[in-house]
């Protein structure tokens, strides 16, 4: 148990489907990533929040869309997807965004599209 | 940009067999450096790392040393355990626009036989 969460671990959607993958952590850290990992391929880091505020976004399609309420909650919805989008996404968290810190990783939603 | 290169696998090992896998970056600032595991059907969690040249991570029995001067942080381990398998990441952060972004390589699967 890392003390990050994320629900839910499988999903299965059509490509016009809208649904929401949900990151949470009790850990007190005040920053939050969204990050992309496909077989073959390096992580690829998609969103960044820093005490709420979006700090980073890699160039990722406007189908994708994150959302952070609060430091604990982060979301990421998800519209008009691809099959190539069909990936495990992975949240982590940071005590901040100082060099030395490290990252707590949740286990990851697998998200299949269809 | 920054980037990590790790050695391609799978590494396949013998129980309690030596371990290497190696790791370079190129970065344009001084980066932290770390390594990360990831057990089947779990996130990432960290391993080892280490801040500034010459430091030796150290944990669970793997080692690593930040060597500036070769820009290398391999991962050795003197005597491999079936509970090894895992993916492993070598990755660094450096500083971007006054934040550290984290940075990393593309995975080495290691599987150990009984």
């Known amino acids: 148990e890392t003390g990050v969460t994320q629900t839910p671990r499988h999903l299965v959607m059509g490509m016009t489907n809208k649904k929401s993958l949900k990151c949470e952590q009790h850990?007190?850290?005040?920053?939050m990533y969204w990050y992309k990992q496909s077989a073959k391929k390096p992580l690829e880091l998609m969103f960044v929040?820093?005490?709420?505020?979006?700090?980073e976004n890699n160039s990722v399609p406007s189908r994708f869309s994150p959302e952070c309420p609060n430091s604990s909650h982060l979301f990421l919805h998800l519209h008009t997807l691809q099959p190539e989008d069909s990936a495990l996404y992975l949240c982590?968290?940071?005590?901040?965004?100082?060099?030395?810190?490290?990252?707590?990783f949740g286990a990851g939603t697998r998200l299949s599209v269809l | 940009g920054d980037s990590v290169t790790q050695m391609e696998g799978p590494v396949t090992l013998s129980e309690e067999a030596f371990l290497t896998i190696n790791c370079t970056y190129t970065?344009?600032?001084?980066?932290?450096l770390f390594w990360y595991v990831q057990y089947p059907g779990e996130g990432l969690q960290l391993l080892l790392k280490?801040?500034?040249?010459?430091d030796k991570g150290s944990n669970k029995g793997f080692e690593a040393t930040y060597r500036k001067e070769t820009t290398s942080f391999h991962l050795e381990k003197g005597s491999v355990q079936v509970s090894d398998s895992a993916v492993y990441f070598c990755?660094?952060?450096?500083?971007?626009?006054?934040?550290?972004?984290?940075?990393f390589g593309r995975g080495t699967s290691l599987i150990v036989h009984p």
């Open positions: 280490a801040t500034k040249a010459d």
């Open positions: 850990l007190g850290h005040n920053a």
């Open positions: 970065a344009t600032g001084y980066p932290s």
């Open positions: 929040y820093n005490f709420k505020e979006q700090t």
């Open positions: 982590a968290s940071s005590q901040d965004m100082g060099g030395k810190n490290i990252q707590y």
């Open positions: 990755a660094l952060s450096d500083v971007t626009g006054g934040s550290y972004i984290p940075t």
